[in-house]
């Protein structure tokens, strides 16, 4: 009787042991993929070096932490103003304040940071449609730092003293969970890379061949492209 029950409990765990992995890899290649275009916005648009751009990315973890947003929202934010401003210590600050600004206001972090990259280009009219309270005469004259000093007086502290309430920090707490899955996943990706190139390269031609010997259909593709083997995978 208790090997049943000790049968049970083992299976059952082995069972979500393997449904873990499986979602920490899987969250892991998300993030690893999402990672890889930020770099490439920051090696096109900035004149970065490769040790920046890995700090980048080292501080968006931090702040994902930190302020309790996820490292999905603030990579395209980022990723936005990187392209406006052609400079990481500027994206950087402007995504600061954009973080500001949501927090204080509840919109998006997508669409201030967006506002923020186009008055910075000197289309200041989407800022202007966010209902911040600047002054009209200072939107018009597109003088981005003056908007800027402006905005960091009104906002300035927003999103640090959020991090601090109670809701937020369970969200913080959630979002340190996630990276900590999400690492493990990380250690797990070679593993699963050289397990799925086999079944890729070996396994699934060998049962095309298989399936075309039985069926007298030799149009079965012998392996598939980039495109359909992120398919199989996920």
Do not use: C, H
């Amino acid at each position: 009787e208790f090997g049943k029950k000790a049968a049970l409990a083992f299976a059952a765990a082995g069972a979500a042991a393997a449904a873990f992995a499986y979602q920490s890899v899987k969250n892991a290649a998300a993030d690893e993929g999402a990672q890889r275009k930020l770099n490439e916005t920051l090696e096109k648009t900035t004149s970065a070096t490769t040790a920046q751009i890995a700090a980048v990315g080292g501080w968006i973890d931090k702040t994902s932490i930190a302020i309790g947003v996820t490292d999905d929202e603030l990579r395209p934010a980022f990723s936005r103003l990187a392209r406006s401003t052609n400079d990481v210590n500027k994206a950087q600050d402007l995504l600061n304040l954009a973080l500001d600004i949501s927090s204080a206001t509840g919109k998006p972090l997508e669409a201030v940071a967006n506002a923020l990259g186009k008055a910075y280009d000197g289309n200041t009219q989407a800022l202007g449609k966010l209902g911040l309270g600047i002054d009209q005469s200072i939107l018009k004259s597109g003088n981005f730092d003056t908007i800027f000093t402006k905005l960091t007086g009104t906002f300035g502290g927003f999103a640090e003293n959020e991090a601090k309430t109670t809701e937020k920090s369970f969200v913080r707490i959630k979002i340190a969970i996630d990276e900590a899955q999400e690492r493990i996943g990380m250690a797990l990706l070679p593993i699963t890379e050289k397990l799925t190139t086999f079944i890729l390269e070996t396994g699934v031609p060998a049962l095309n061949a298989f399936v075309g010997g039985l069926t007298g259909d030799q149009g079965l593709s012998p392996a598939f492209t980039d495109s359909e083997k992120k398919a199989f995978l996920f």
